[in-house]
């Protein structure tokens, strides 16, 4: 079936410094991704769907400059956190959407900014 | 907007017992409705899906039936397994497919063997 790789599984950084979440669909063309944030005890909220070749689309209250996202390839979506702080301590996950496949998950990626 | 509202956790069960997670939404048109499961340490994993009234998903023993006259799509399972213990999403996908998923805050479901 479709895979999503989601790197890194963790990450700890610093406040104020910027951190990259790569998110690759292994065994399809995902011409559609989508970034996720989960509270605990939340529902993932949709922040973001990223199209190849395009602009990024945000959410409603999503700052677009503090959370770039960069679709360049039909298998690769990129999320950097810019200057991060405590508050952006969370756990993002990606989905890649392919029209043959419909939604795969990826294992998302615990941020903790100190 | 749309949103899924479902039973908070965590749900505690014995193993064999009968499991009923509740799950209803709002959404304009039809959506498509579903259920996802993470284990721990895992990504979300699709475990069933219904796409208009009156569909009933199964996967693995799960079944769930879209109610469009309740706005419903209950999880349930007849007898469930140690092995089943994990956090339950219902979530749905409003209009043409063109947008993410909307989430329940997700149930928590611990089986006690």
């Known amino acids: 079936g479709a895979v999503v790789s989601q790197h890194p599984s963790r990450v700890i950084c610093k406040s104020g410094t910027s951190v990259k979440i790569e998110c690759r669909s292994l065994d399809f063309q995902a011409t559609t991704m989508f970034w996720y944030r989960q509270f605990p005890k939340q529902s993932l909220m949709l922040m973001a769907t990223?199209?190849?070749?395009?602009?990024?689309?945000?959410e409603q209250g999503v700052e677009k400059d503090k959370f770039l996202i960069n679709h360049a390839s039909l298998t690769l979506s990129t999320l950097t956190v810019t200057s991060a702080h405590p508050e952006d301590s969370s756990f993002y996950i990606c989905?890649?959407?392919?029209f043959g496949q419909g939604y795969t998950f990826g294992s998302g990626t615990r941020l903790t900014v100190v | 907007g749309n949103s899924v509202t479902q039973m908070e956790g965590p749900v505690t069960l014995s193993e064999e017992a009968f499991l009923t997670i509740n799950c209803t939404y709002t959404a304009t048109g039809y959506p498509s409705l579903f259920w996802y499961v993470q284990y721990p340490g895992e990504g979300l994993q699709l475990l069933l899906k219904?796409?208009?009234?009156?569909d009933k998903g199964s996967n693995k023993g799960f079944e769930a039936t879209y109610r469009k006259e309740t706005t419903s799509f209950h999880l349930e399972k007849g007898s469930v397994q140690v092995s089943d213990s994990a956090v339950y999403f219902c979530a749905l996908l409003a209009g043409g497919g063109a947008d993410g998923l909307t989430f329940g805050k997700g149930t928590h479901l611990i089986i006690q063997p």
């Open positions: 990223s199209n190849e070749g395009s602009k990024a689309t945000y």
């Open positions: 219904a796409t208009k009234a009156d």
């Open positions: 989905s890649a959407r392919d």
